[in-house]
């Protein structure tokens, strides 16, 4: 009777949670123009969306509680804990046959709760392909190589999953962590930096795996 008690209560909780997430994201545009697809509003650390369990198989697979190939359009909340509070911003975009497809966006809270567009990219057949943008919160493009004589410059560039990754400190554009992708997963030394160019850890990956425990 506890056990079935304590069931109860935690469905509840992830269902009210799921309920209240679908009042923080939206993008118009996108479910205006693929109206036939469903929507999810997925918690990152647990991909639960309200009643339906959402995972990430060992082959990189979006697939929901009956096991099939999810498909639709996924708002992928970014959080520190398990209350709503906690949410600080998400990704969006499709997902088709449980793969990511097509544009997606990383947008953040910043200045006054008003979110703030920081990445955009390209996915084909689950994998990053195509021009990779950061941005600070102001709106201007973070390059991977800084050079002032080049207006709106690509911040990296990804074919079939392999290229240069680069994530940044939205507030002042200093460099947070870079590393290589192969076939979507990294490969070679990984580097995160602090907000004053200072190496904080390096990893050194295979095939997605951390080799320097």
């Known amino acids: 009777m506890k056990t079935t008690l304590i069931i109860c209560i935690l469905l509840c909780s992830i269902s009210s949670f799921g309920q209240e997430l679908k009042h923080y994201a939206k993008n118009k545009a996108l479910e205006k123009t693929n109206k036939a697809l469903p929507v999810y509003h997925v918690i990152d650390y647990t991909l639960i969306d309200g009643s339906q369990n959402i995972t990430l198989n060992e082959d990189g697979l979006y697939i929901r509680s009956d096991s099939s190939l999810l498909t639709g359009i996924v708002y992928l909340y970014l959080t520190t804990s398990d209350d709503p509070e906690s949410v600080y911003g998400w990704y969006n975009g499709i997902i088709i046959n449980g793969k990511k497809e097509g544009g997606w966006r990383k947008e953040i809270y910043a200045k006054r709760k008003k979110s703030v567009l920081v990445q955009e990219m390209k996915y084909k057949n689950g994998l990053l392909d195509g021009d990779f943008y950061v941005y600070d919160i102001y709106g201007n493009t973070l390059p991977l190589i800084n050079n002032q004589q080049v207006k709106n410059h690509t911040t990296s560039f990804f074919r079939n999953g392999n290229g240069t990754y680069v994530d940044f400190y939205y507030e002042d554009g200093a460099l947070k962590e870079e590393g290589k992708l192969r076939r979507g997963r990294k490969l070679g030394q990984w580097?995160?930096?602090?907000?004053?160019?200072?190496?904080?850890?390096?990893?050194t990956y295979d095939n997605g795996f951390c080799i320097n425990y």
Do not use: A, I, R
């Not at 580097?191 to 990893?203: A, I």
């Open 191 to 203: 580097h995160l930096y602090d907000k004053q160019g200072n190496v904080l850890k390096v990893e």
